[in-house]
């Protein structure tokens, strides 16, 4: 059974920075993994924020190009989401998703197709 934990929420100021963690364990391959972090802030739906590619790739919601960087370690089993320049709207609950394989969907930060989730770490950016 995967199991993915985030970690590295929590309240900041507009103009601030955190760096979520994902710490992965029984995803034996993550070369064949697709990587990726999700938000949805109170009602609204679920959107990609950012993703990692089997192929090493990227991908980045337009709303957060430039501000956010994902990256990973493979030696520890840890994805990471480093948020800079947070803005009020960057508020919601982000989770951490993993997929098998990778391409189109993943590019596509389409959730659906993301087989498993943490269970979230909220993040609240006050003006």
Not at 34 to 49: D, I, T
Not at 58 to 75: C, L, M, Q
Not at 76 to 89: A, I, R
């Amino acid at each position: 059974q995967v199991r993915l934990v985030e970690s590295g929420g929590g309240s900041v100021q507009a103009g601030g920075s955190l760096r979520l963690s994902c710490a992965a364990t029984r995803i034996t391959d993550r070369s064949g993994h697709c990587m990726g972090w999700f938000r949805q802030a109170s009602g609204k739906e679920r959107e990609g924020v950012a993703a990692f590619d089997s192929d090493g790739s990227t991908s980045y919601a337009d709303a957060v190009k430039g501000r956010f960087t994902i990256s990973k370690d493979d030696d520890k089993n840890v994805l990471y989401l480093q948020m800079n320049s947070l803005k009020p709207e960057d508020t919601a609950m982000y989770y951490c998703a993993a997929g098998l394989g990778g391409g189109g969907y993943c590019r596509e930060m389409l959730g659906d197709l993301f087989g498993y989730w943490g269970q979230g770490t909220q993040v609240t950016v006050s003006s």
